[in-house]
């Protein structure tokens, strides 16, 4: 039943070094999201595929990269994680863009980063 | 000024209460309002998606679009432990031509039995 599945649910990783998480969808969106969420704060996006279209947000910083190898794959790459990079990382979908009402986004249950 | 505030709570109400839950928003652009309920350590999931203001009801949700005043509301009635959550409201800007969505920072409810 699942539609936006991501692995692992809780990620350990030292400081600096390199760190990935997936995220699968079986829903056939065109569309996908990442963000981060850090404690008591809204989701932040960092990027978005529409279909193999890249779209970075202004203010992610370069340390962060994304993959989408095929429609239900994304990847997000942090290259050197920091201490400020502990957060949620939260996938969503959603469908095709462009339509005359948005789709709504369907999120994963995030994946949980600790930066030692 | 932020575009969308929402009172971070915490709010502790007893169950069987009425809930009412609360975003104001700036950008006058925001077109559709959507409510997500994020359980602790899960993702955002859709509760209520609306477009037009005035009412919407799903169960024991409503959720209220004015538009006039740039102010949405979401209402819990009978409210039960399970519905103990934090609560995000959502907005997009359909003319931005990215639908992207842009978040109040969430009410955290806690229904006490």
């Known amino acids: 039943d699942a539609m936006v599945i991501q692995n692992p649910r809780y990620q350990v990783t030292q400081f600096g070094k390199p760190v990935t998480l997936s995220c699968s969808q079986t829903?056939?969106?065109?569309?996908m999201y990442w963000y981060q969420q850090k404690s008591s704060q809204a989701p932040k996006l960092l990027f978005h595929?529409?279909?193999?279209?890249?779209?970075n947000e202004a203010d992610t910083p370069d340390n962060f990269q994304s993959r989408r190898p095929n429609t239900s794959f994304c990847f997000l790459d942090i290259r050197s994680p920091g201490l400020g990079d502990a957060a949620m990382y939260l996938c969503?979908?959603?469908?095709?863009?462009?339509?005359?009402?948005?789709?709504?986004?369907?999120f994963g249950p995030g994946t949980r980063l600790l930066v030692l | 000024q932020k575009e969308v505030e929402q009172d971070p709570g915490p709010l502790s109400v007893p169950e069987g209460a009425i809930v009412s839950l609360n975003c104001t928003y700036s950008?006058?652009?925001?077109?559709?309002f959507m409510w997500y309920r994020q359980y602790s350590r899960k993702g955002p999931e859709l509760l209520m998606y609306t477009y037009s203001s005035g009412n919407k009801e799903d169960g024991r949700f409503t959720a209220q679009v004015d538009k006039s005043s740039k102010y949405i509301s979401l209402f819990i009635r009978d409210s039960q432990p399970s519905d103990s959550a934090t609560y995000l409201c959502?907005?997009?800007?359909?003319?931005?031509?990215?639908?992207?969505?842009?978040f109040g920072k969430g009410t955290k409810l806690s229904v006490i039995p």
């Open positions: 969503a979908t959603s469908g095709m863009r462009g339509g005359a009402v948005p789709e709504t986004q369907y």
């Open positions: 595929y529409y279909d193999k279209d890249f779209n």
């Open positions: 829903l056939n969106h065109n569309v």
């Open positions: 959502a907005m997009i800007d359909s003319g931005a031509g990215s639908y992207q969505l842009t």
């Open positions: 950008n006058s652009a925001f077109q559709y």
